[in-house]
């Protein structure tokens, strides 16, 4: 069996090695750009894992692995066009390194080359493998909708909240691993519980972000902290300290969040006090907690011996930087 890192070199080894041989150069320039800043690839190391669960050998699904890894940078992709993002990575958008039409059409070649990857798996499996891929692309289109949306409402509840991030995030994680299962024949209750697995664990894991734009060691986290204050954004944190703040402490939330001129790190240290007091981390900590257990229960119902199980619980736990 394979450990993490021995499975992310492949990963990165695939991407490097795709080849770009279709014209015009400069529709795949983007993407060879864009597939070649780095980043994690949890997603396509997630869907590895899980095969190996069950078998070895786990690079004859490569190519749905790094289909995933594909779909994430194309989300990211248009993301940062929505966004008018600048950096990605530390390295300039394809938007700024080229522009707005450059960066749709790649991105939409990017979503192509991902289906394209996909249909490459064991025909026994096609139907299922599209099916649950299908789901979850929509899926993650109608998470990235609420966000928008909720961009322009005062009055989003925690429930709302968790169903966003839910199908914006965590359901790529869940897809990842039932499809690792999925193509290695595993059981419909491994697969199910599985997809559990990646969704608490993607619940978690975003909700761990949240905490660390707030908390978070600037050299550790890689970006100043404060963003999400800074910005407004409609974050966990942000969601419950207005729902639980008293009368004085609402008006100064509300105060800063209309601020359109301000000093950034006042801002921060202000709204950062605001959920001391308001006792916001401890609470973000215990939904972090909640959702954690969550997923280590469905790992356990996985009908595989602890030894098939040691890479990925090796890996859940550098993720979330904790034992699991």
């Known amino acids: 069996m394979y450990n993490p890192e021995e499975l992310l070199k492949k990963v990165n080894e695939a991407l490097d090695g795709l080849a770009y ?47 995933l890894e594909t779909y994430h940078n194309f989300t990211l992709l248009h993301d940062d066009v929505m966004d008018q993002a600048d950096l990605r990575r530390g390295h300039p958008t394809v938007h700024k390194k080229w522009n707005d039409n450059q960066a749709i059409l790649s991105g939409d070649t990017m979503l192509l080359q991902a289906f394209q990857r996909m ?16 789901t979850t692309t929509l899926e993650i289109d109608e998470g990235q909708q609420f966000d928008v949306e909720f961009e322009d409402r005062e009055d989003v509840t925690e429930d709302e909240y968790i169903e966003m991030i839910r199908l914006k995030t965590s359901v790529l994680l869940a897809c990842a691993l039932k499809m690792g299962g999925l193509l290695a024949g595993a059981s419909a209750d491994d697969q199910a519980a599985l997809y559990r697995l990646g969704e608490k664990i993607g619940l978690a894991f975003q909700l761990q972000d949240d905490l660390l734009d707030v908390y978070g060691d600037t050299k550790v986290f890689g970006k100043n902290i404060g963003g999400d204050i ?16 008293n009368t004085t402490q609402r008006a100064e939330l509300k105060r800063w969040i209309e601020s359109r001129v ?4 006042e801002k921060v240290a202000a709204v950062t006090r605001l959920y001391d007091e308001i006792g916001i981390r401890q609470l973000c900590e215990e939904k972090i907690n909640y959702y954690f257990e969550q997923g280590r229960q469905y790992l356990e119902q996985i009908q595989v011996g602890d030894e098939r199980k040691a890479p990925l619980r090796q890996y859940i736990a550098q993720m979330m930087n904790r034992r699991f």
């Open 119 to 134: 249909l490459q798996c064991d025909a026994r499996v096609l139907s299922e493998v599209m099916q649950l891929f299908v």
């Open 21 to 67: 041989d279709r014209q015009p150069l400069t529709l795949y320039e983007p993407i060879k750009y864009v597939l070649s800043l780095g980043g994690k690839r949890i997603r396509p190391v997630l869907m590895l894992l899980a095969y190996q669960l069950y078998k070895d050998a786990p690079e004859c699904i490569m190519q749905q692995a790094i289909g």
């Open 230 to 245: 800074v910005s407004n954004k409609k974050t966990y944190m942000l969601i419950n300290a207005v729902n639980r703040a």
């Open 262 to 265: 301000f000093d950034r790190d």
